[in-house]
């Protein structure tokens, strides 16, 4: 066995990483596939939010580990070796724990809120994709249900012939709230508009990885 590992870059701080790695990890444990997250971010805000799921769920398909430095490379070759799915949460900086995990990646997974400050961001991360040969993916995050920015962004977005996912996700307070109980939203609110987003950005990173579908565990 070895994992499709994702990893969640950008440089701005404050984009939404650890949010999309939780969300899209319990998404993909709740359709049946074997999860790993990996924080390599020293706020440790993922490792956090695993201590609260420990507490709260028994869930045997994802497990979270936190690690930087020297041991960071065996940990990713370990967990890939054991699980479907790698998930990492890298830090906002292009130091060197996120080159490794970018360069053991299959695909770089940029959120980008619809703001100047986070689409001028993009450029370290995607730079750093191309150099180590790795497929990037912008996907749009915490989208307002309206406004101009969000078409300009876009626009944007096409003019320099970025990759960017069909799926963008709002800015919906469920997704907090969920991770506040150490859950997803598709365990919080399976129905809401939110679970809808995060299902449909993991159907198609995973197309793109190539995840073998899985029996759900629903």
Known sequence: ??????????QKGGAGKTTIAIQLG????????????LDIDPQGSLAAWYDLRRKAVEDGRLVAHEVQ???????????????????????PHA????????????????????SPMDLWA???????AKREKSSSLLVLNRLPSR?????VIRSRIAEEQLPLAKTALGNRSAFAAS?????????????GTAAVEIRALAEEVGAVIGLAARRAAE
Do not use: C, H
């Open 1 to 10: 066995m070895t994992a499709k590992a994702v990893a969640i870059a950008q």
């Open 179 to 191: 991770m506040m109980e150490g859950k997803g939203v598709v365990e919080t609110q399976p129905k």
């Open 26 to 37: 319990v998404t993909w444990a709740r359709q049946g596939q074997r999860v790993a997250l």
């Open 122 to 128: 993009t450029t370290p991360t995607l730079t750093l």
């Open 69 to 91: 430095g020297w041991k960071l490379a065996t940990e990713i070759d370990r967990l890939k070796s054991n699980f479907d799915v790698l998930i990492i949460d890298t830090p």
């Open 95 to 114: 130091e060197t724990d996120a080159r490794v995990a970018i360069r053991a990646a299959s695909l770089i997974l940029v959120p980008v809120q619809p």
């Open 147 to 151: 406004g101009r920015l969000v078409d």
